[in-house]
Nanobody, 126 residues
Framework: QVQLVESGGGLVQAGGSLRLSCAAS????????MGWFRQVPGKEREFVAS???????YYADSMKGRFTISRDNAKNTVYLQMNSLKSEDTAVYYC????????????????????WGQGTQVTVSS
């Protein structure tokens, strides 16, 4: 059974930083593309960043230069380092695992992810 457990969310002032973690069990994260999405009430889930099984990374335009996705294979954990946070970054952040192992392309749409964590709230105060 695949489980993804996010942690690291919280309240931070604008301009601050947070690091989110996604601990995976039931699959080997290094064999799957892993992604981060976020969602605010009343809006669709939004792509944030992804890391391919091969290690390549991909970001939504508004996150480039501020967010960094990484993976620790030994811990089977994916991270999202978020710097220079803005009030508009406030959302529930979700970790997800690709439904296909070792996909060649970066995955940016929710439909291509089969497994999801429960989400962690990030609140940025201005």
């Amino acid at each position: 059974q695949v489980q993804l457990v996010e942690s690291g969310g919280g309240l931070v002032q604008a301009g601050g930083s947070l690091r989110l973690s996604c601990a995976a069990s039931g699959l080997t994260a290094s064999n799957y593309g892993m992604g981060w999405f976020r969602q605010v009430p009343g809006k669709e889930r939004e792509f944030v960043a992804s890391i391919k099984w091969s290690g390549g990374t991909y970001y939504a335009d508004s996150m480039k230069g501020r967010f960094t996705i990484s993976r620790d294979n030994a811990k089977n954990t994916v991270y999202l380092q978020m710097n220079s946070l803005k009030s508009e970054d406030t959302a529930v952040y979700y970790c997800a695992a690709d439904r296909r192992p070792r996909r060649a392309l970066a995955v940016t749409v929710p439909e291509d992810y089969a497994y999801w964590g429960q989400g962690t709230q990030v609140t940025v105060s201005s």
